[in-house]
């Protein structure tokens, strides 16, 4: 008989990258019974995993204190050897598996008291600093209840016990990659440049699309991934350059690479928030993956990790993120030997058909354990 396991995430989709397609396909290709307990419009089977359907509903509230308690009764109901929870304010529930004698395991995606510091909804810098660290000490709490914790970077590591870690990156999964092909292109004449992710302040495109009026060539800048509001999509749309911007819309991840293929360059030009500055950006290796050359956020730890496959640049600055486009434009072959070099990088280090071998270890780990 199958091992059960269950997955559980109130603020993701069902579909989301890391979740679905990296963690749970990954177990379940390799023997176990997973069930997602995901926001979803009714209980189904996808690629082997059972999703259990939650209602969906915006209200950050009724999230925290009513649906946190659905998706524990539901996950409850898959009597799993072991749940394994994505979203921080789910460190309750967490907690209330554990008591209850379930092997708990804690996914942290982001740095969570870093990420406090640039919530908009939390009004006044004093109150976010207040609450970023009475965050910091609560998850220190929680994690002692936890079998394992699950963390995506080298730096969130060093916030736990190194004894309960697991360091599983959030990489692309080459092989499927490899398989895709690009999608049309609009123009031959054109220079494509492309951003996939959430399309906000912090991550730069407001900079990217003004930097386009510095170029001297067709360029089309493709936007794949969901707005942060309609105000930021307002003030991006005022700029005279956003008729040069083509708006793919917000895709399910294997529909984006085509585009990233098709396209001649990739944008990753985050801002220097304190959650970012040493962070592994999942679209930078996308893009690697993909094959092309990328700009990136001149954060030190960037310019380590990717120092042979981007050129990088001040997120700040139009004219010089317009400097780094023409660059690549102008220099065809310095462009190809640094997307060659980023594939050949990740190839060696980055995929994920690596980091979901960790994955399955930690599990036979845990399961065998007592």
């Excluded at 997973?34 to 915006?58: Q, R």
Aim: proline letters at 4%.
């Amino acid at each position: 008989m199958k091992v059960k396991i269950c997955h559980i995430s109130t603020v993701h989709h069902f579909n989301d990258d890391r979740i679905f397609y990296k963690e749970c396909v990954s177990l379940s290709n390799v023997g176990y019974d997973v069930s997602l307990v995901v926001t979803h419009n009714e209980d189904c089977v996808i690629n082997g995993v059972k999703i259990i359907a939650l209602p969906d509903n915006s209200s950050r509230l009724y999230r925290i204190f009513l649906l946190s308690f659905i998706a524990l009764f539901k996950a409850l109901k898959t009597k799993s050897k072991l749940y394994h929870f994505h979203d921080p304010e789910l460190m309750v529930i967490g907690i209330l598996l554990r008591l209850m004698g379930k092997k708990v395991v804690y996914d942290v995606h982001e740095d969570l008291p870093k990420q406090i510091l640039y919530k908009k909804w939390i009004p006044g810098m004093a109150l976010r600093n207040v609450l970023s660290s009475i965050i910091a000490l609560f998850e220190k709490f929680a994690t002692l209840f936890f079998v394992n914790v699950v963390v995506v970077t080298d730096d969130i590591a060093k916030k736990f016990n190194p004894q309960k870690i697991s360091l599983i990156r959030n990489f692309a999964i080459l092989n499927v990659i490899d398989s895709i092909q690009p999608a049309p292109t609009t123009s031959s004449e054109k220079y494509c440049i492309i951003y996939v992710g959430g399309i906000s302040k912090i991550r730069g495109i407001y900079e990217v699309i003004a930097s386009l009026k510095y170029l001297n060539f067709q360029i089309e800048f493709m936007l794949l991934g969901p707005w942060e509001s309609e105000e930021y999509k307002t003030h991006c749309q005022s700029l005279e350059e956003y008729k040069f911007v083509n708006y793919i819309g917000n895709l399910p991840l294997f529909e984006v690479y085509p585009y990233i293929k098709s396209a001649d360059l990739g944008i990753c030009l985050l801002y220097p928030a304190k959650n970012y500055i040493t962070s592994l950006p999942v679209k930078a290796f996308e893009y690697m993956a993909c094959k092309k050359p990328m700009i990136m956020s001149d954060f030190e730890y960037w310019q380590q990790i990717f120092q042979d496959c981007a050129l990088f640049t001040d997120p700040f600055d139009s004219i010089k993120i317009a400097n780094a486009i023409k660059h690549f434009h102008d220099d065809k072959v310095y462009a190809e030997k640094v997307a060659k070099n980023g594939y050949s990088m990740l190839k060696d280090n980055f995929t994920w058909e690596a980091e979901s071998i960790r994955l399955v270890n930690m599990y036979r780990e845990i399961l065998n354990g007592n």
